[in-house]
């Protein structure tokens, strides 16, 4: 009786939200999927912990040895501590942000990443992501795509992966001095094929 006469209420309510008051739970929802859990990372280990936070925000893994890419955060392989490595991640369309990127620190064996349509991704991320030491040493593909926030001094960071091989650009408005940007990357890493699809 109490539930019939309160839901009217709260749903005529609704109404009187301010027009960006879904985003903004949205924003805090993301916010509690990117949380770092350090005990679970003791617990399961680096790889199936990012996995976890990964596929929590809707990205997607592909370990070593698989050519599938897992999706399905209750379909994620159980086995022996540390019997699955991260090789691969597809962030397209995620909630991953910079608060979450403390997962990245444990993984040692990741070789791609592609971030698109990710909202969340900015210059702080770009720079997070180029200071993790196992990236610096095992990262050789990244793709950063349509990621609105993503300037040309996120784009510079990136010249601590010292062992990237290759890096795509598209569709990044905040990107204003292509040229610069590139011949600074170039001169940082000599070996690197940058391919730009920028205006």
């Known amino acids: 009786m109490l539930l019939r006469k309160l839901v009217p209420s709260v749903c005529g309510q609704s109404k009187l939200l301010l027009p960006g008051a879904r985003r903004h739970f949205w924003g805090w929802l993301n916010a509690v999927f990117n949380k770092v859990d350090y005990q679970r990372i003791e617990a399961v280990g680096p790889d199936r912990a990012a996995s976890e936070w990964l596929l929590r925000c809707g990205a997607l893994v592909r370990y070593q040895g698989s050519q599938k890419w897992q999706q399905d955060y209750n379909a994620l392989p159980t086995g022996s501590l540390g019997?699955?490595?991260?090789?691969?991640?597809?962030?397209?369309?995620?909630?991953?942000?910079?608060?979450?990127?403390?997962?990245?620190?444990?993984?040692?064996?990741?070789?791609?990443?592609?971030?698109?349509?990710?909202?969340?991704?900015?210059?702080?991320?770009?720079?997070?992501?180029?200071?993790?030491?196992?990236?610096?040493?095992?990262?050789?593909?990244?793709?950063?795509?349509?990621?609105?926030?993503?300037?040309?001094?996120?784009?510079?960071?990136?010249?601590?992966?010292?062992?990237?091989?290759?890096?795509?650009?598209?569709?990044?408005?905040?990107?204003?001095?292509?040229?610069?940007?590139?011949?600074?990357?170039?001169?940082?890493?000599?070996?690197?094929?940058?391919?730009?699809?920028?205006?």
């Open 83 to 199: 019997k699955y490595k991260i090789e691969a991640i597809d962030a397209t369309d995620s909630c991953i942000m910079y608060r979450g990127f403390d997962y990245l620190d444990g993984l040692e064996h990741v070789t791609e990443i592609k971030l698109q349509m990710c909202i969340y991704i900015q210059d702080q991320c770009l720079q997070r992501l180029s200071e993790t030491k196992n990236l610096q040493q095992s990262l050789l593909q990244l793709k950063i795509i349509s990621c609105g926030n993503v300037t040309d001094k996120g784009i510079i960071a990136l010249h601590k992966l010292r062992n990237l091989e290759y890096l795509y650009l598209s569709d990044l408005p905040g990107i204003r001095e292509k040229e610069t940007t590139a011949q600074v990357l170039q001169q940082a890493l000599p070996n690197l094929q940058l391919e730009l699809d920028l205006e």
